[in-house]
Nanobody, 121 residues
Framework: QLQLVESGGGLVQPGGSLRLSCAASGFTFSAFPMSWVRQAPGKGLEGVIAIDSHTTSTTYADSVKGRFTISRDNAKNTLYLQMNNLKPADTAVYYC??????????????WGQGTQVTVSS
């Protein structure tokens, strides 16, 4: 059974950092691109950043460029999102998701349960 389980969310002050993790199981993690998708309160889903199976990343949200870094450890079947210089606008539920077909896809076939990130003083 395929599972994606996120962890690492929480409350952080503006300018702070968090690292999210996503533990994957039930499929050959190293063979697939992976993404982080977020949903801010009252807003739709936003594809934030993605990484292909060879660890080349693609950032979709201009608002996070230079602040967010995606990485993966294929030996541990784990995806990461390092978030620095966090802003209140980054407040959202963050989901680990598997894109359909390629790293550039905005369609996803599997999702985690999400982890809440709140940026507030």
């Amino acid at each position: 059974q395929l599972q994606l389980v996120e962890s690492g969310g929480g409350l952080v002050q503006p300018g702070g950092s968090l690292r999210l993790s996503c533990a994957a199981s039930g499929f050959t993690f190293s063979a697939f691109p992976m993404s982080w998708v977020r949903q801010a309160p009252g807003k739709g889903l936003e594809g934030v950043i993605a990484i292909d199976s060879h660890t080349t990343s693609t950032t979709y949200a201009d608002s996070v460029k230079g602040r967010f870094t995606i990485s993966r450890d294929n030996a541990k079947n784990t995806l990461y999102l390092q978030m620095n210089n966090l802003k209140p606008a980054d407040t959202a539920v963050y989901y680990c998701a598997r894109p359909v077909g390629s790293v550039y896809s905005k369609e996803y076939d599997y999702w985690g349960q999400g982890t809440q990130v709140t940026v507030s003083s």
